[in-house]
């Protein structure tokens, strides 16, 4: 990039808003795991629609590559620019306005930068819910949650990202602003745009604003530690507890016991819920838009009739708020008590819902092939048919030993969840990280049909290059 | 088309099944309605995807136009050649097995010319719900459901069509075949293909099968019939019975008092529910999947409320199935019962919720203008912001002067839709018929982008030519 095309760059933002000293930089271009550095000359953060347009124009009469970024938590690198430096991160964390409250209507229409906790507490002031949860919400933004069409534990009930949003306004590589910032649940007037750029991970055009759905706060909301014998008998328990509950099931967390242990070892403050331990756990969630009451009734006929079938083994209902924040804790420190134990090879997948039990054992017998001492940390929204399929390093291997064995194991794992007509990206999408083996994989006619896309709508292919396709 | 084109296409299916004789023809180029005759010189029934994708190949080899049809129900002329005689219809009726039922995982793969009610008998004998429901499913086919993204009035608890459908297996224009029939709840491995060819009335390639959800059968159902004086208290109504029962309101009908009265009088065998009229109604549904107390004591907690902030000035309770199916009738056949009241003026429209009741006094002041005396026949789905607003010819007038109007009216209404930010189409989709309308009012950058992805798919241009865009 030649110095006179950055100013013209910066002149669109303004001094302030164009950030070139690498102290400055240094946060858009690395992220929290340090697993994709990148390099960038400047960082633009732009505060309008006419600016971001402004932005693009340029980049695709002069072929500059621009990279949008969110809050920057993406786990697949799709946020970050190479190591060229010739490409230009476009932040959209001054567009941070809740533009548009609508309670009867049940809409909350936001910018791409407001990040997911402020969304959810925006609901929650006014009497509702916004349900998408994850662990990075304090900093993640919702227009990343929308580009990566994140998931979370509360996709069961309520759907992933892509579920939750209405409308989007959108400017194009060409600097063309589509406005589809509609309230609408049904809409019939011709190609559906709004889901191509939702999971597009920034490489169709840059997503500035969103109409999402609200929900109703529950009044009552109960939850379950129970301990079972088998991902068998949970899946038999999910069964029995949806066609129950219905989308009163906000929850459904399957979780080996070595995670817990992980927890239980590495977290503060952290115990058992139960006396003993069991070979797998299920968090399990009710709500109810009705009354605490029958939060709790539900919740005791689903658990009786675990009992009564022999599906759980033992159990434990949080009996207050900070009980049920306990258990909804266990778990979602599970990813972070895996660093303690050394490194961790991770897969996030999903199969069939009836096919869990099975893909558990034949992916962990096809690991053991590889590397018997590995220790299987598998957790996730079994619901969703979505597993956090993780290995941790034996205790007695050297890291360089096991990471050396990454590919290997990712190949044999990713392998069976093909042959199971499954995902290899259930939830974090495709980024840098796994555009490879999308390529490799993935049917030809599949791709075909992306790269048609991507050059229908970015011609100058100046959008997030070389991501996901 | 000359003679030695037709025999080639011909070859592919074979002599039984190319249909060339009018009339064995004349079932696929008229509608129930009458409204969108077309002409053609072959319809092609293939069996097999492999038939479907060399009739497409050939067809884009030649620049031959193809009009995929499932149960010709569609409301827009989607499915009808034009009157050139150039275009071939490819009927998928012949696709009629179910190739998989997954209890555990909930889903059902279906062929394109399965019927909607035979997909909903397969799921009923299994003990399940398939959720989509509409007036015509004895004869609409789920292939035609997905390509204009049907909704009814399922949709309020369950989704449209689209959000039914984990995947499909679809031929594209130039005889690949997508296969994308998984049954996957979250993956994030790319563009979202699907929902392209969902609703895409097709225009960019054949549906020849999908991978649809299924539910649990409810344990209890109850339905209400409502007196209620305004769509202001329907809409209040509305808000407080969603967030009471969530998922578990599986209907919410809002109706004006003529459509009921035309029922009454045209439909044998109907009786007014209630014992005095009130100027709108409301049809209400609870489904539990508890058990039928669950569902009579969440109806009676939300009728209770109802009554007393005085939001429900009358109801009735159905006290038996026989009941229920009586009251539904009633609402399913308003559609119908406008026939022998003459002429209507129809609109298909979504707005945001918040906006029905001002909608609906807006559009009615504004069609009032051009026709004082007309009749307001408007009914439909409240909880998605979906209503027919139907004008029916009032009684005087002559039926020429009224369908006279047709185009103001329909673009008064349809001007005061987009003031509202809404839908000129909520669910029949584009078709032929709002096809001019839809270029000439959406923003081109949507039909721009639209014309981008049409040309990517079918750069021949052979699908279903002068459809949708």
């Given at each position: 990039m030649d110095a006179s095309l950055i100013e013209r760059f910066v002149a669109i933002v303004g001094e302030r808003y164009a950030l070139r000293e690498e102290a400055d930089i240094a946060p858009y271009v690395t992220e929290r795991r340090g697993l994709w550095a990148g390099k960038t000359l400047l960082v633009l953060r732009p505060g309008t629609v006419d600016e971001v347009s402004e932005i693009?124009?340029?980049?695709?009469?002069?072929g500059t590559p621009i990279?949008?970024?969110?809050?920057n938590t993406g786990l697949v690198g799709g946020q970050m620019p190479d190591q060229s430096g010739d490409e230009v991160v476009l932040s959209?964390?001054?567009?941070?306005?809740?533009?548009?409250?609508?309670?009867?209507?049940?809409?909350?229409?936001?910018?791409?930068?407001?990040?997911?906790?402020r969304l959810r507490d925006a609901a929650e002031e006014a009497g509702k819910l916004f349900p998408l949860s994850l662990a990075s919400q304090g900093t993640a933004q919702i227009g990343g949650n929308l580009s990566s069409n994140a998931g979370g534990t509360g996709v069961l009930a309520y759907g992933n990202t892509r579920d939750l949003c209405l409308g989007v306004e959108v400017v194009l590589p060409t600097g063309e602003v589509l406005d589809d910032l509609r309230k609408l649940k049904k809409d019939n007037t011709g190609y559906d745009l709004k889901n191509l750029f939702v999971g597009a991970e920034g490489t169709l055009g840059v997503i500035t604003a969103?109409?999402?759905?609200?929900?109703?706060?529950?009044?009552?909301?109960?939850?379950?530690?129970?301990?079972?014998?088998?991902?068998?008998?949970?899946?038999?328990?999910?069964?029995?507890?949806s066609d129950r509950a219905g989308q009163s099931l906000t929850g459904f967390e399957l979780m080996i016991h070595d995670s817990l242990?992980?927890?239980?070892?590495?977290?503060?403050?952290?115990?058992?819920?139960?006396?003993?331990?069991?070979?797998?756990?299920?968090?399990?969630?009710?709500?109810?838009?009705?009354?605490?009451?029958?939060?709790?009734?539900?919740?005791?006929?689903?658990?009786?009739?675990?009992?009564?079938?022999?599906?759980?083994?033992?159990?434990?209902?949080?009996?207050?708020?900070?009980?049920?924040?306990a258990l909804w804790n266990l778990r979602?420190?599970?990813?972070?008590?895996?660093?303690?134990?050394?490194?961790?090879?991770?897969?996030?997948?999903?199969?069939?819902?009836?096919?869990?039990?099975?893909?558990i054992d034949e992916a962990w017998e096809a690991v053991k092939r590889l590397e018997p001492e590995a220790r299987l940390v598998c957790f996730g929204h079994m619901g969703d048919g979505n597993l956090h399929y993780n290995i941790s390093q034996p205790v007695e291997t050297q890291l360089a030993d096991f990471l050396a064995r990454y590919r290997e194991i990712n190949d044999a794992v990713h392998e069976i969840v093909r042959a199971?007509?499954?995902s290899i990206s259930a939830e974090h999408g495709i980024g840098r990280m796994k555009r490879d083996e999308?390529?490799?994989?993935?049917?030809?006619?599949?791709?075909?049909?992306?790269?048609?896309?991507?050059?229908?709508?970015?011609?100058?292919?100046?959008?997030?290059?070389n991501k996901v396709i």
């Open positions: 693009l124009k340029l980049a695709t009469e002069t990279v949008p970024q969110g809050g959209l964390s001054r567009f941070d306005k809740i533009r548009d409250l609508d309670l009867q209507s049940n809409t909350i229409t936001v910018e791409a930068g407001v990040t997911l906790q969103a109409v999402m759905k609200l929900y109703p706060q529950p009044r009552g909301r109960e939850i379950a530690w129970l301990g079972v014998r088998s991902p068998a008998d949970a899946l038999k328990l999910f069964g029995k507890a242990e992980f927890v239980l070892r590495h977290v503060p403050d952290t115990a058992h819920p139960l006396s003993e331990p069991y070979p797998w756990y299920v968090l399990m969630e009710i709500s109810s838009g009705r009354s605490a009451d029958d939060a709790r009734k539900l919740i005791e006929e689903i658990l009786e009739e675990g009992f009564e079938d022999e599906l759980v083994a033992d159990g434990v209902l949080a009996e207050s708020l900070t009980q049920a924040a979602e420190h599970m990813s972070e008590a895996q660093k303690p134990e050394g490194a961790s090879i991770k897969h996030d997948v999903s199969v069939p819902v009836a096919l869990i039990p099975q893909f199971y007509n499954g999308l390529i490799a994989t993935a049917p030809a006619v599949a791709t075909d049909l992306m790269r048609r896309v991507k050059k229908a709508f970015d011609p100058a292919g100046i959008m997030n290059p």
